[in-house]
T-cell receptor, first 114, second 112 residues
């Protein structure tokens, strides 16, 4: 089945540590995204990538980094510079359907900083 | 500055009745509007979309209405079922930018 796989589903981190969240898709989608969800905040865009070896900052990129070395993979690193990293992280990819850009999301990764 | 607003954080509806979820936007350049449904600890899933050249789109129990002059859209679910209980996000995209802007979501609870 085609889809997006995020791992790990749950992750605990000590303050000062970097962590990397994995996102893999087998949908052959060109565009990939990382969102962060906090209670009452909706979905906020961290980074996105239209093609391999290219990515752009979203609305809340500070303290995060990404890479796009392969079409299928778009890992997100949460660095120690991120002031409030505890959140639910969602990876997505997209294909245009009838002009609308419909995103397919992974199941998410919940990061908790201890 | 929120360009897509969902002003009702939550909505409670009885099973079998109609659920109406509302969304307002400020950017007149938006040309597609989408609704996503999200269960706890899962990723959102696409539900239905509407182009700005239409005023209604229907898919089974789900209908989205668009009022461009009022910059308002709504999602109607008829009849509502307990399995519809989820958070619903409104999203919009504008021509030339495929990055969707999301609202903050409305939590729908359908009780038996």
């Amino acid at each position: 089945d085609g889809g997006i796989t995020q791992s790990p589903k749950y992750l605990f981190r000590k303050e000062g540590q970097n962590v990397t969240l994995s996102c893999e898709q087998n949908l052959n989608h060109d565009a990939m995204y990382w969102y962060r969800q906090d209670p009452g905040q909706g979905l906020r865009l961290i980074y996105y990538s239209q093609i391999v070896n290219d990515f752009q900052k979203g609305d809340i990129a500070e303290g995060y980094s990404v890479s796009r070395e392969k079409k299928e993979s778009f890992p997100l690193t949460v660095t120690s510079a991120q002031k409030n990293p505890t959140a639910f992280y969602l990876c997505a990819s997209s294909i245009s359907i009838s002009g609308a850009n419909v995103l397919t999301f992974g199941a998410g990764s919940r990061l908790t900083v201890l | 500055d929120q360009q897509v607003k969902q002003n009702s954080p939550s909505l409670s509806v009885q099973e079998g009745r109609i659920s109406i979820l509302n969304c307002d936007y400020t950017n007149s350049m938006f040309d597609y509007f989408l609704w996503y449904k999200k269960y706890p600890a899962e990723g959102p899933t696409f539900l239905i979309s509407i182009s700005s050249i239409k005023d209604k789109n229907e898919d089974g129990r789900f209908t989205v209405f668009l009022n461009k002059s009022a910059k308002h859209l709504s999602l109607h679910i008829v009849p509502s079922q307990p399995g519809d209980s989820a958070v619903y996000f409104c999203a919009a995209t504008s021509g030339g930018s495929y990055i969707p802007t999301f609202g903050r979501g409305t939590s729908l609870i359908v009780h038996p």
